[in-house]
């Protein structure tokens, strides 16, 4: 359908985009992942340690060696920036815009919630039994450090722009496409890298594990037997700029909200979930029924799904097209904002609407249009919703740019 453009801001256009989680490196193998609906999800040990769940790994990257003369950074979160960096001729993307517009003029934004905190968790484990003591090679501010992941990158790309790092839980790298739009816009730079790092740590595993959230199966986002998430890692970049692109993509929209309603607890009719919609919605002046397909949250709890599934009908409605992908790479908390834009701009690109793994049974409770298997279809605009604990919420509208 034709739609009268009133756009608040021009729309950010999407030059490059990769992404790397338990599915594989790159578009590619995520793209055959969803239409061979293969998850990523396995039940093995981590850091040596076994719970009783899945969980979605980035295989091989203890073997990833950095650049040496960014050796100092090695963690596992600052391995898996590096895989992604290199797989869909990104860097490459990168180093052309930073010759064309110069290095101060692209923007780093990516999201993270526990960067390389890892290197912490093992530091402590070897350390000296006799005096406490850490490794003598334990680095905080290359690691554990939250503006690690952008520090590195940062380094490793050869740019001298204003880089962010967003830590806002399971919104982190959604809020990172906003940062770097609103950067755009604000004329702040000429191009922005905006995405998400989030590696596995025992933190997390234990964590999640504590608030009884953890599935012991793969994680069945919207089913009727659905009993908690499975957590995963993933890392995602996208390249935008105020001029268009080849491939026509863009950020058309965005939203923001916080609604606070509760520390780990989505607030039960999703309030702050609808304002976030709304609000990419009018940034991009597109009415609801010119959305094509929705990309949940969906992290497969009692109470996220009925909640998200909530603010959905008040917004859209009950029969657009909606899909969880977290069966297929988990739960990737910082990342989980660029895996699931990245699944939505391959959905867009390819023409495949992304089914919802492990959901045989969709609970009576949600009443929108879930689907269950991955299916052709054209995608021109799509909703990727992102929300976080503490009620940090945002919904990225993406599509081609008219």
Same mark, same amino acid.
């Given at each position: ?55 979605? !790994?980035?295989? +091989?990257?203890?073997?990833? *060696? &950095?650049?040496?003369? $960014?050796?100092?950074?090695? %963690?596992?979160?600052? =391995? ?123 933190? !997390?595993?234990? +964590?999640?594990?504590?608030? *009884? &959230?953890?599935?012991? $199966?793969?994680?069945?986002? %919207?089913?009727?037997? =659905? ?145 269950? =298997? ?29």
């Amino acid at each position: 359908m034709a739609i009268p453009s009133r756009r608040l801001t021009m729309p950010a256009f999407v030059h490059a985009y990769t992404l790397t989680s338990a599915l594989g490196r790159g578009r590619a193998a995520t793209r055959d992942a969803l239409v061979d609906e293969r998850s990523g999800l396995r039940r093995e040990p981590f850091a040596g340690d076994v719970l009783d769940t899945w969980i979605g !790994t980035v295989a +091989g990257l203890e073997a990833i *060696e &950095l650049p040496p003369a $960014r050796e100092g950074y090695a %963690c596992r979160s600052n =391995r898996l920036a590096e895989v992604a960096l290199c797989q869909d001729g990104f860097a490459d993307a990168v180093a052309e815009v930073r010759d064309r517009f110069g290095a101060h003029r692209v923007g780093l934004y990516v999201g993270t919630s526990s960067a390389g905190i890892l290197e912490v968790e093992l530091g402590y484990r070897a350390r000296d039994p006799r005096t406490g003591a850490l490794p003598a090679g334990l680095r905080y501010r290359e690691s554990m450090n939250l503006y690690s992941p952008a520090a590195y990158l940062r380094e490793r790309l050869g740019l001298s722009g204003p880089s962010v790092v967003v830590s806002a839980a399971c919104a982190s790298s959604a809020k990172a496409f906003a940062a770097g739009a609103r950067a755009l816009s604000a004329g702040v730079c000429d191009a922005a890298i905006v995405g998400g790092i989030e590696a596995l740590c025992l933190t !997390t595993l234990y +964590g999640f594990r504590s608030l *009884e &959230l953890l599935s012991t $199966r793969p994680c069945r986002p %919207c089913d009727a037997q =659905r009993d908690g998430i499975s957590l995963g890692e993933a890392a995602g970049y996208a390249l935008l700029t105020r001029e268009p692109s080849r491939s026509g993509l863009a950020l058309l929209g965005y939203g923001e909200s916080a609604d606070a309603h509760h520390l780990s607890t989505p607030h039960p009719q999703g309030v702050g979930a609808a304002i976030a919609m709304r609000e990419a919605l009018r940034r991009a002046d597109l009415p609801g029924e010119a959305i094509d397909y929705v990309n949940l949250h969906g992290t497969g709890t009692r109470t996220n799904d009925v909640a998200e599934d909530a603010a959905l009908r008040g917004v859209l409605g009950d029969a657009t097209p909606r899909s969880s992908t977290k069966g297929w790479t988990g739960h990737t908390l910082g990342a989980a904002g660029v895996t699931e834009a990245v699944i939505t701009l391959i959905a867009i690109e390819n023409g495949i609407v992304p089914g919802t793994l492990n959901c045989t049974e969709v609970d009576p409770a949600i009443r929108g249009r879930v689907e269950r =298997r991955t299916r052709a279809g054209q995608v021109e605009r799509a909703l990727s919703n992102s929300f976080g604990f503490g009620g940090s919420n945002c919904a990225l509208l993406l599509g081609r740019a008219a």
